[in-house]
């Protein structure tokens, strides 16, 4: 879900830009949103580290469990 309102975001602000403004101001949007587009995509790759640990986390604990009831 948040990688379609990431791609939705950029995709808006990308639409933003292309509504007719000079030149200059062109480029220093398209840096703007460039430089926004990375914050995203830098933000993503840290949830998606945090959701990899957080599986990873629960698959311990989950074989953990699965041990104890075998032993038991």
């Known amino acids: 879900m948040k990688k379609i309102s990431t791609m939705l975001m950029v995709a808006s602000i990308f639409s933003l830009v292309a509504c007719g ?3 200059g101001d062109h480029a220093a ?3 703007e949103a460039n430089e926004i587009a990375i914050e ?3 933000a993503m790759e840290e949830v998606m580290e945090v959701a990899t640990e957080e599986v990873a986390t629960e698959e311990v604990a989950t074989e953990e469990v699965a041990t104890e009831e075998v032993a038991h």
């Open 21 to 23: 403004s000079s030149e």
């Open 29 to 31: 949007d398209q840096a």
């Open 40 to 42: 995203m995509e830098e």
